[in-house]
């Protein structure tokens, strides 16, 4: 790599082509990192349902079981007893993390700081929260948007800026955990440049230095898992309770 953003550069890996037509691509770095860490977490998942015990979990079946007791708890502080969606958010939870995490890796990929990754899954997130409303709720949903007790004469207003907060609402999902893993990662690729041709106390300086980037790179990936997921959460409850 000769610069920064070179780590994030997501090349074609397979490409078709008709006879006559432009070649698309089927495979890319994004897909192909996607598909083995999703394969990875569901192979974590199988092995520890598989060897369950119901006394003194182990191995993987006591990370599997400390990763669902935390993301529940956090689920039902926002949704209450309605625990509906409690397998996706604890799936989406890991996979996000594990996709964070696998970026600290030397020579690794990461996707999430792609922002088409970031946005399809917000997008995708908010437009079901959106079709479970209309299809629950009907026009009543609507009332998402119209506050309780606000004036009538800044009901218009109050209309707009409520519609435009909805609008924006996977964007600034998007935004947010992209720019995060950009930047870090960035971070510490400028540090392993400055390591290469420092000195020895400057080598040193920096093995530091990229030592706790790193660990809090760490801390930053997980933390930006919680805070989509409670996000989600949040945005899910506006759906099953659209009155202010």
Known sequence: MFTPLEQFENHYLLSLSLVGE?????????????????????????????????????????????????????????????????????WLFGWLALNNVVGLVPFNFTITSHLCVTLFLALGFNLGFLLWGLRYHGFSFFGLFVPSGAPVFLLPLIVVIEV?????????LALRLFANMMAGH??????????????????????????AVTLLEGGIALLQAYVFVVLCCIYTRDALEPGH
């Open 22 to 90: 432009p070649g698309f691509a089927v495979l890319t770095t994004i897909s192909v990192v996607a598909l083995f860490n999703t394969l990875f977490l569901g192979g974590l998942l199988w092995l520890a349902l598989s060897e369950a015990t119901v006394v003194a979990p182990r191995g993987v079946q006591y990370l599997v079981e400390a990763w669902w007791s935390a993301l529940t708890g956090v689920i039902r502080q926002q949704l209450g007893q309605e625990q509906r969606f409690t397998a996706l958010f604890v």
């Open 164 to 172: 435009v907060s909805y609008l924006i609402r996977p964007v600034s």
């Open 186 to 211: 960035t971070l510490v690729h400028i540090i392993l440049g400055f390591a290469a041709g420092a000195s020895t106390v400057g080598v040193v300086a920096a093995s530091v230095g990229i030592f």
